[in-house]
């Protein structure tokens, strides 16, 4: 009897620590997830340096297969709200690293729908603050900046691809995955902010 109570706790003992080691993996997995996300965007800062009009943007990173081709800011009033570099290319492993530009939408500085997709529990984030009024800025890597208004949010089905296309006027579009909270990556929804090009007033263009 006391043998089979030893053989029943030592299987305890070791349920309990395999779930306390997939605790911890878990953990860690999820504190890699925003840290590789906060780094990659210091490596990505410096790549955007050194980008030059009409040159295939430079690689963050020796074995990169994108590069930065715009300058995102979504609280461009609020000096302690650094910029996200936006990755050309919407691809998954892109995306892991930054937001990135749909390159079959127009290029970041034209006078045209731009669509940036990036992931909602890392740099778009902060999409679920954003509401009708407020501005976000896009700077081109030919050193043009773009000024917009959001107009609207909405939770559209993923198979909107309407949403990808041109509209001939200035407008900027970003994507996300809905919802903010879900624990199970992906799903059907997206989130979508919808915003369009504004003039800029002396103030702004005499701050930059």
């Known amino acids: ?14 349920a309990a620590l395999v779930l306390l080691f997939a605790s911890a993996v878990a953990l860690v997995h999820g504190l890699w997830i925003p840290a590789k996300a906060v780094l990659a965007q210091h490596l990505i800062a410096r790549a955007w340096a050194r980008t030059e009009p009409d040159s295939a943007p430079p690689k963050p990173w020796p074995w990169a297969d994108t590069g930065p081709i715009a300058r995102l800011w ?10 996200l570099y936006v990755l050309a290319g919407a691809s998954g492993e892109a995306m892991a690293f ?18 940036i997709a990036g992931h909602r529990d890392t740099h778009f984030a902060a999409l679920r603050d954003l509401e009708a009024g407020d501005r976000i800025r896009l700077d081109g890597p030919d050193g043009t900046r773009r000024d917009y208004e959001v107009v609207a949010t909405t939770v559209v089905h993923e198979s909107r691809t309407d949403l990808l296309e041109r509209t001939g006027r200035a407008e900027l579009t970003l994507i996300t995955c809905f919802p903010f909270d879900a624990v199970v990556p992906g799903g059907p929804e997206r989130y979508v902010v919808h915003a369009r090009g504004v003039a800029r007033s002396k103030a702004e263009r005499a701050r930059g």
């Open 74 to 83: 979504l609280a461009p009033s609020d000096p302690a709200t650094g910029p």
């Open 98 to 115: 930054g937001p990135a530009h749909v390159s079959s939408t127009a290029r970041p500085g034209e006078a045209d729908n731009v669509v």
């Open 1 to 14: 009897m006391a043998r089979v109570g030893r053989h029943r706790g030592g299987r305890l003992r070791s």
